[in-house]
């Protein structure tokens, strides 16, 4: 059994910074992308950022220059950091890690974190 637990949102105001968290526990054969998605009410999840295992990084452009993905595989662990922060990047952020497991490729989700930009 996989488990993403995430950490970090919150209430910041317009141009503050935020570092999202998230933690895989479990057993798993390989970890191959990470991602973090976001959400809000009445829209369908979008991709924020992604990491492949190499370290090749991708972003959505509204958050371009912005945010940071990283990840210590060590820990296991995908970070986000988000500076400059809009009240547009308001929403429930989620990470996605693509795994093998005994069973073959699957994702897993986090349960989510809400980050709030406003004054």
């Known amino acids: 059994q996989v488990q993403l637990v995430e950490s970090g949102g919150g209430l910041v105001q317009p141009g503050g910074s935020l570092r999202l968290s998230c933690a895989a526990s479990g057993s798993w054969v390989r970890i191959y992308n990470k991602g973090w998605y976001r959400q809000t009410p009445g829209k369908q999840r979008e991709l924020v950022a992604a990491?492949?295992?190499?370290?090749?990084?991708r972003y959505a452009d509204s958050v371009k220059g912005r945010f940071t993905i990283s990840g210590d595989n060590a820990k296991n662990t995908v970070y986000q950091q988000m500076t400059s922060l809009k009240p547009d990047d308001t929403a429930v952020y989620y990470c996605k890690f693509q795994m093998v497991v005994t069973g073959g490729p699957s994702d897993y989700w986090g349960q989510g974190t809400q980050v709030t930009v406003s004054s």
């Open positions: 990491m492949t295992s190499g370290g090749s990084t």
